[in-house]
């Protein structure tokens, strides 16, 4: 696999009313082995929704804190903090400030949603 530079303008920005994704590297950006890079920024309080990805993320905070619900569990995270979020776990991310995140994991992931029949597919911020 030849090296590659990801610059600053080929990073894929996602906003949603949750979060902003920007993607800084991807397989559809360029060759990476199947392993997405990609950084989530949100507002104090802003909380995404209730999910599951059938594959497993690392989740690493840079600046701010927040709360992560893990299966029954609930984890505080603050700058400098990672944990790994399990495969066929439900999680769902609150910040608590403002916050900023690096997220790496497998970019063929799927995330579905409890109660809806249907998964949603690979965020475009992870393909």
């Known amino acids: 696999m030849p090296n590659t530079l990801f ?12 979060a ?11 060759p990476t082995d199947g392993v997405t890079l990609w950084k989530v920024a949100m507002r104090a309080d802003q909380q995404g929704p209730l999910h599951v990805f059938d594959r497993e993320q690392i989740w690493h905070v840079l600046t701010g804190e927040v709360e ?3 299966g029954g569990e609930r984890l505080h995270l603050v700058a400098g903090d990672a944990a790994v979020l399990p495969a ?7 910040a608590v400030t403002a916050t900023e ?4 994991g497998p970019a063929e992931a799927v995330v ?3 109660g809806e029949d249907d998964s949603r ?3 475009p911020w992870i393909s």
Not at 7 to 18: D, G, I, L, V
Not at 20 to 30: E, L, R
Not at 101 to 104: E, I, R
């Open 88 to 94: 066929g776990a439900e999680r769902q991310v609150t």
């Open 121 to 123: 597919g690979t965020p």
């Open 101 to 104: 995140m690096v997220v790496c």
């Open 7 to 18: 610059t600053a303008q080929s990073m894929r920005r996602t906003e949603t009313p949750n």
């Open 20 to 30: 902003v994704m920007t993607t800084i590297a991807s397989p559809s950006q360029g």
């Open 68 to 70: 992560i619900a893990l």
């Open 112 to 114: 579905t949603v409890p």
